[in-house]
């Protein structure tokens, strides 16, 4: 390893990296683990066993096309776009077997409330937490995916549109119906 600490290494070059020494491949597994698991859980409510399979599915795939990553594209996008085909195939897949909703799926849409909050403040937070993931569920895919993609996991519309493979503008017509689709679920 060279001097410089793996987190202070952009994505390319943890990538580079892995090329020439394939255990290096564990620090882009370590960045990225963790997030996938929470975006798959999010479009797809599984249990913790598929989102693990699915998970897994994604890094060996990263893996066997490393070298064909364009890295005008950023990785994170690059990355998702995996996630999201692998997503797609456990569902046509699963098409028969009713989907699980997980229970364990952390929730972090209201993360921005302060953590010394009172008791009932608490309530709140998780009574919302739980709606906003029962709404979610009730949603078209594509809807729940772009809505979960810029709002949860706070993606712009360039790496939305990289990660859907489709237009910018589409991105953001997918997102203003399925916010309108939301509102209505909600009231």
């Known amino acids: 390893m060279q001097n410089n600490p793996v987190s202070k290494k952009t994505d390319y070059e943890i990538v580079l990296q892995t090329l020439e020494n394939v255990d290096d491949y564990k620090y882009l597994i370590q960045r990225y683990e963790k997030k996938l698991f929470i975006y798959i859980q999010r ?32 990785f994170s996008s690059w990355i998702y776009r995996i996630t999201h085909n692998e997503a797609i195939s456990f569902l046509r897949s699963n098409k028969k077997r009713q989907l699980e909703i997980s229970n364990d799926i952390e929730n972090n849409i209201f993360d921005t409330i302060a953590s010394d ?19 979610l569920a009730k949603l078209d895919e594509k809807y729940r995916e772009v809505l979960v993609l810029k709002y949860i996991e706070e993606k712009d519309y360039n790496e939305i549109s990289d990660i859907l493979q489709i237009p910018s503008g589409t991105v953001g017509s997918l997102i203003n119906r399925a916010k309108d689709k939301f509102k209505k679920l909600v009231k």
């Open 43 to 74: 479009i797809l409510y599984v249990n913790k066993e598929d989102t693990e399979d699915i998970l897994q599915e994604v890094f060996i795939k990263a893996y066997r096309n490393l070298n064909s990553y364009d890295p005008k594209y950023n």
């Open 117 to 135: 909050i009172d008791i009932e403040k608490e309530a709140i937070k998780d009574w919302d937490s739980k709606r906003v993931h029962e709404v």
